[in-house]
């Protein structure tokens, strides 16, 4: 995989993270220019899963499995979508908090993906 874009992509939901963190610990709601970080954020997912995508369709296999590999990827990309969603429904510091966990579980699968691609296993 490609392993600059997802580092990026773990940093900037760290990022997202930290900063709807400190929204919710000064009991603040998500507010517009947070809905541009996720923009970002998710603009980076989509990116990954074009670029994920495109291996596969040249023929380049990951060490765990296609299905496994793509089933992240649309996880991946659906993550910050779907929190940020919800957290446009909850309009207190918890759909920020919303946020920071969706955030956080995107930087966790993107560590999971670079196992599957096989860069945990010396592949």
Known sequence: MLTPLTVTLAVAALALAAWCGWAAYRDQPTKDWHFIGMAVVSLLALVQLVVGIVMLARGEDPADGA??????????????????????????KWGSLTVVAGAVVLAVLQV???????GGSGA
Not at 85 to 91: D, G
Not at 112 to 118: A, F, T
């Open 112 to 118: 999971r993906l670079h196992d599957i691609w096989g």
């Open 67 to 92: 299905v496994i590999f793509v089933s992240y990827l649309l996880g991946v990309a659906a993550c910050v979508p779907v929190v940020g969603l919800i957290s446009l429904t909850e309009r207190t």
